[in-house]
């Protein structure tokens, strides 16, 4: 699908698309699509920028980029062009870890467990703490970083677990075991354009190109049965 969506792209002409993206899609997975869209799209020039979810959304909101993947900073924007991406947060645990092997983890089970934390100003720290106070349970943590993709280096040499969106852990996978939790845990993907007009073609082609590329099981949806 992903092939027929950038064959359709190849007359659309002359043009620029400019794009911003938080980490967790903007080191690997949105700049991958981009260059690929560019390819198959003649004459089409391409400007990529990684930014916090923060930035991005002053991106957008400037007109500086066409589109925008970030984390919520807000109740409400009139700069949310789509629905939502929901990414799944999964577990990645170090390979060796007495639960990785399970296809299913409950969160439960994660009391007393050391955690690599996401730094306390991204809203995907929230959620997962969130969660965490809500079932009441406490894990230990023992490091804190910026990155998800930092987290799942440190998780890889054996540090603890930690919970990100499957995006960035399926680039782990060999390295460290991803596992789904449960209850699940989903990272909703705000969708940006800039406000006060229509969000262009080249923009709504591409994100076409991105939900269609998701990897499996990077989409939240129900947890496999528990065996």
């Not at 970083?145 to 919970?163: D, K, N, P, R």
């Not at 449960?182 to 991105?210: C, K, N, T, W």
């Amino acid at each position: 699908q992903v092939d027929r969506l950038a064959s359709n792209m190849r007359g659309a002409g002359l043009g620029e698309l400019r794009v911003a993206a938080m980490p967790s899609l903007g080191i690997a997975f949105v700049p991958r699509l981009l260059a690929r869209f560019a390819r198959d799209s003649e004459g089409l020039r391409v400007a990529m920028t990684v930014a916090s979810s923060l930035e991005v959304h002053e991106l957008v909101q400037s007109g500086q980029v066409d589109l925008g993947f970030a984390n919520a900073v807000s109740a409400g924007s009139a700069m949310v062009a789509a629905p939502p991406i929901p990414l799944a947060g999964v577990l990645v645990l170090p390979p060796r870890h007495r639960l990785a092997r399970r296809r299913v983890v409950e969160l439960r089970e994660l009391a007393g467990e050391p955690q690599v934390s996401l730094g306390r100003q991204y809203r995907l720290r929230d959620l997962v703490d969130e969660t965490f106070d809500r079932h009441g349970i406490a894990p230990v943590s023992v490091a804190e970083t910026q990155s998800a993709a930092a987290a799942c280096e440190m998780v890889a040499e054996g540090l603890g677990f930690t919970i990100v969106d499957a995006v960035t852990a399926q680039r782990y996978a060999g390295r460290a075991t991803t596992v789904a939790l449960r209850p699940a845990i989903d990272f909703p993907v705000q969708v940006l354009a800039p406000p006060e007009r229509p969000m262009s073609v080249l923009a709504a082609q591409f994100l076409g190109m991105v939900r269609s590329a998701l990897p499996d099981g990077a989409a939240s949806g129900p947890v496999p049965a528990k065996r």
